[in-house]
């Protein structure tokens, strides 16, 4: 008689030939994803617009004698030195465009999978949740490394261009590093507060919103304490501030607000082992019993 | 017998992509399926027919009235969408109550008809549940269960039996065949034949955007068997078993497979070669793996009258 | 249905449906944190009732005007179509026999009368935590009355502002925000009539001082560069906004169809 075989479930037991970078492909297609949504290009494009300004101010400052008449009362911003790095990068408007270009590309990195319970998908995978995470981190990465360290540096060299001597990085040889810094600041603090955001929701609407509207309603937070509290300490509460005396401090400036500048790095550092703590959290992987 | 939904030359793009295509069908009182494969342009279809898209070429009307931005045929038509998607912070009462509030009903009447509708689909007990923490097979109970709320003349149900259990399947589906005894009319989607020929002998056939054919559930099957099907039989010895088929009539032609384990057999008779393959096997003491028919599907079908 | 009865009908819905999501009571617990902030305010400036004033204004006009009223408008406004159509809800209300208009007038009216309700109480508890000493006093009650009046229309204006931009575009939380904090923030710099092209030069112009009237420092920061539009202008032009975004809503929900991602 024919035997009926049945086919269960078996367990491999070989070893798994695994690739070195397993978040690289989370993160091209977080990436593409990004470029993939409409206007998407023309909002990442944005964020490159302070730093056009701030190159045309390089040029000028390097051409005074030809817009004499413009910058006569301006001469002060037009002294191209790390402040002027820190003006451009640490300025309201600058980190309004980052902000914009990270709620619209990125806020639906941890939430759409959520929605559309893509996690299973990808812990049936090769993957782990570090893994996971670095891919998506990298995405936010990756726009933020666009927006602020390429220009950074772009600026820098663009100095020496227009000036024809290697003055400026004599006198300010760590400014490259300075840049550096402060967009690899940028990238931990916001690719955590990012994901925090994007893993406390399942609608990438909402999330957008509250990526931008965290933010902003941090600044009015601080404001308010501050008005109640009536000490500067309290503008820890505004990430804005945070990211302003952290940036100073590794631009080589002097802290604009009246506290440790080592506070906002406390506090900047608070919110990225949050966002650690409730990703670890939310993202379960597929536990197969053996 | 005069038309409930007429459509008439009627296509739809999705850009580039083609969604119906130069479809034109007259639909009457009673039951009447749309079958075809995902993606063939049965939602797309149903859509039109209930005004939520417009046409970009061609017209759909029910009882003569065009679809579009026409709110008033919605009084006696109810529709079933296809997807799992609900308000799922309400109760299955609230949902189908809510949704009721837009006839015009007095709240007493709303709160009847609602319950009434919850009871038909088997839902009284879980009516005060969250719609969200539903099972499946609840959350497409209480879907048909909005549509039938309002007591409609004409039903629009998109594939009403996806994600039902099978006692669920054959409660629904008679249901739906009541409201053919009452006269009513019901276009109903789905992928699968044995569905759609459990509810109805009607059966539209849909297939990248074209209706294939139309006719009865008869007809559809002779097209079916006039096509030859394959059945594929993996076994400890093909060639033995192949000797056993050699002679009978209903085979048509027999391959084996490159791996020198697969018989693959084209008969006309599907159901008598299946009949014959059991006894076979046993008498030959042959170990078979797997049985397989690689081209008993609707998409064969589909292949064969597109002649692909 | 009749339109009237229509809209009644999607009001009633919506607004049984928005009081009980979690959206709304995350927004809800926003709109508490000046509350809390007033009695801070109260325990720590006990007595002091100049700077009391000054900590009201800035707490109730900024908060409430420049972020708290703008976030609410805009993501609801933006929901009234485009939640439906990202949970794949719509066919649920397009298959009813009601007219598409009042599907964007019910939702909008619900919205609105949510937010109106999220603001009335977090503005209201604020206010009088912080004036509870002079309960006695009508001047009081009007200021406060005028203050909700303001937030009250913001949410009209800005609800019916985003709602159109919700109906018109598949993605219309980034062009919304780019509207709520940067050209709204950014239009005060703008010499000559510019600021005019704004939801919040209404507003500001309803608030119960004027330039150069002194005030605390948020009303320094509020009154920045403003060049104040006569008050009854102020209510018609914040007026004229809500029906003018509110019939263009209309009519692109009418006349467009919405494909949802399934």
């Known amino acids: ?290 | 017998m005069t038309a409930v939904i007429s459509a008439s030359h009627l296509s739809k793009y999705y850009g580039n992509v083609l969604g119906l295509n130069d479809v034109s069908i007259e639909i009457e009182a009673g039951i009447t399926g749309l079958l075809g494969p995902n993606g063939a342009g049965k939602s797309t279809f149903m859509k039109l027919a209930t005004g939520q898209m417009k046409p970009d070429i061609g017209t759909v009307a029910i009882r003569g009235r065009r679809t579009w931005n026409a709110p008033e045929i919605f009084r006696s038509v109810g529709f079933c969408s296809e997807p799992d998607a609900f308000y799922e912070d309400m109760t299955g009462l609230e949902f189908v109550a809510g949704l009721l509030r837009f006839y015009g009903f007095s709240r007493k009447e709303i709160g009847d008809r609602a319950a009434r509708a919850l009871d038909i689909v088997g839902l009284t007990g879980d009516r005060d549940r969250l719609v969200r923490g539903y099972s499946r097979g609840m959350r497409q109970r209480v879907k048909f269960a909005q549509a039938i709320a309002h007591d409609p003349e004409i039903l629009i149900l998109d594939e009403p039996l996806s994600g039902l259990d099978s006692l669920g399947k054959r409660k629904l589906i008679k249901l739906i065949k009541g409201y053919r005894e009452e006269g009513r009319t019901v276009l109903v989607s789905s992928h699968v034949l044995p569905e759609i020929e459990a509810l109805t002998s009607r059966v539209v056939l849909v297939h990248q955007g074209r209706i294939l054919a139309e006719g009865d559930v008869p007809y559809i099957r002779e097209l079916i068997e006039a096509h030859p099907h394959q059945v594929s039989v993996r076994s400890s010895d093909p060639r033995r078993l192949a000797a056993r088929f050699v002679d009978d009539p209903a085979v048509l032609k027999m391959t084996f497979g490159g791996d020198g384990r697969t018989l693959v057999v084209e008969t006309r008779k599907r159901d008598d070669l299946f009949e014959r393959l059991a006894p076979a096997v046993l008498e030959a003491g042959i170990e078979v793996e797997e049985i397989s028919s690689p081209d008993d599907n609707l998409e064969a079908v589909f292949k064969y009258l597109v002649g692909a | 249905m009749r339109l009237g009865s229509a809209v009644r009908e999607t009001f009633g819905f919506f607004f049984t449906l928005g009081r009980r999501t979690g959206r709304t009571r995350t927004f809800a617990l926003l709109g508490l944190v000046p509350v809390a902030m007033a009695v801070a305010a109260r325990a720590i400036l006990h007595g002091r009732t100049g700077d009391l004033a000054a900590v009201s204004t800035e707490i109730l006009m900024v908060f409430f005007l420049q972020f708290y009223i703008v976030i609410l408008a805009l993501f609801h406004g933006t929901s009234i179509t485009a939640e439906e159509v990202e949970n794949r809800t719509l066919s649920y209300l397009l298959t009813r026999p009601i007219p598409k208009t009042a599907i964007v007038l019910g939702k909008f009216s619900a919205y609105a009368a949510l937010m109106s309700a999220m603001v009335a109480v977090g503005l209201g508890a604020s206010y009088f935590v912080l004036n509870a000493g002079r309960m006695g006093d009508a001047a009081l009650y009007a200021a406060f009355f005028r203050y909700l009046g303001v937030l009250g229309l913001g949410v009209l204006a800005y609800t019916a502002f985003f709602a159109f931009l919700g109906t018109a575009l598949k993605r219309a939380i980034i062009p919304g925000l780019a509207f709520g904090f940067g050209w709204e923030t950014a239009i005060q710099y703008f010499p000559g009539s510019t600021q005019r092209f704004s939801v919040v030069h209404y507003l500001k112009s309803l608030l119960p001082y004027r330039p150069g009237s002194g005030g605390g420092r948020g009303v320094a920061l509020l009154l920045f560069r403003l060049e104040p539009t006569s008050p009854a202008l102020a209510v018609l032009a914040l007026l004229a906004i809500t029906a003018v975004f509110l019939a263009l809503a209309c009519a692109v929900f009418r006349a467009k169809e919405y494909v949802s991602g399934d």
Not at chain 1, 238 to 249: E, H, K, L, R
């Open chain 1, 1 to 290: 008689m024919a035997v009926i075989r049945e086919k269960g479930y078996a367990h491999w037991d070989g070893r798994l030939a695994e690739r070195r970078c397993r978040w690289a492909p989370i993160a091209r297609t977080g990436i593409r994803l990004a470029f993939r949504k409409k206007g998407f290009k023309f909002v990442f494009a944005g964020a490159f617009l302070p730093s056009f300004f701030a190159l045309a101010g390089l040029y000028v400052s390097e051409r005074l004698g030809d817009f004499k008449a413009l910058v006569q009362s301006n001469r002060n911003l037009l002294e191209i030195d790390p402040r002027y790095f820190k003006a451009v990068f640490t300025n309201g408007s600058f980190l309004f465009l980052l902000i914009l270009v990270l709620a619209y590309g990125t806020a639906g990195l941890v939430s759409d999978d959520i929605k559309h319970g893509s996690l299973q998908l990808y812990f049936a995978r090769p993957l782990g949740k570090k893994d996971y995470a670095a891919g998506k981190m990298a995405v936010v990465a990756f726009f933020v490394l666009m927006a602020a360290a390429l220009p950074g540096l772009l600026l820098v060299a663009f100095k020496l261009v227009f000036a024809g001597s290697l003055a400026f990085l004599r006198a300010y040889p760590w400014l490259p590093l300075s840049v550096l810094g402060y967009a690899a600041l940028l990238t931990v603090f916001f690719g955590s507060y990012v994901l925090l955001i994007s893993a406390s929701s399942r609608n990438a609407r909402y999330a957008a919103v509250l990526v931008f509207g965290a933010y902003y309603f941090s600044a009015v937070l601080a404001a308010l304490l501050k008005s109640v509290f009536g000490t500067p300490a309290m503008n820890l509460f505004s990430i804005p501030a945070n990211i302003g005396q952290a940036g100073a401090v590794l631009f080589g400036q002097k802290p604009p607000l009246a506290v440790p500048a080592v506070w906002s790095f406390a506090a900047l550092a608070g919110v990225c082992a949050l966002a650690a703590a409730v990703l670890g959290r939310k993202i379960r992987g597929v536990e197969v019993i053996k």
